[in-house]
């Protein structure tokens, strides 16, 4: 989950191609925030939080200590040469530690097919 979310806030490619980048900021934020308060000592989740936390839309959302489970979350990106891909996001906790991992597949049959055309090529 660190992985996805310091990208969601730090790499600009994903802000231009996420269709409504800042719900999903904001959704992926509360998570966070749930996550953070489970493990507060956690150094790794402490690196994440200091490289976001100027982010303002990372901030209203922490401002607002809005907490979420991790479940699914739905991605609608617009991608140069692919169009329109849905995608749905699911957050796996690794039994044993406090591990997540985020799996993404695709959200309908378009994104499937579009998908297997692009490896394809």
């Known amino acids: ?12 490619h994903f802000r231009v191609v996420m269709v409504d980048w800042e719900n999903y900021a904001s959704a ?3 998570k966070f925030r749930q996550l ?6 956690s150094k790794a989740l402490f690196e994440v939080y200091s490289a976001v936390k100027d982010d303002p839309v990372f901030k209203q959302t922490w401002d607002q200590l809005k907490v979420e489970e991790l479940g699914e979350e739905r991605l609608l990106l617009s991608v ?5 891909l849905y995608f749905v996001e699911t ?3 690794f039994l044993g530690n406090d591990d997540f991992i985020g799996v993404q597949l ?3 049959e378009g994104t499937r097919k579009r998908f297997g055309e692009m490896v394809s090529d």
């Open 91 to 93: 957050f796996l906790k």
């Open 80 to 84: 140069p040469n692919a169009g329109e």
């Open 28 to 30: 992926l934020t509360a």
């Open 1 to 12: 989950m660190c992985t996805r979310f310091f990208r969601t806030f730090n790499d600009p």
């Open 106 to 108: 695709p959200g309908d």
């Open 36 to 41: 953070y308060s489970r493990t507060p000592d």
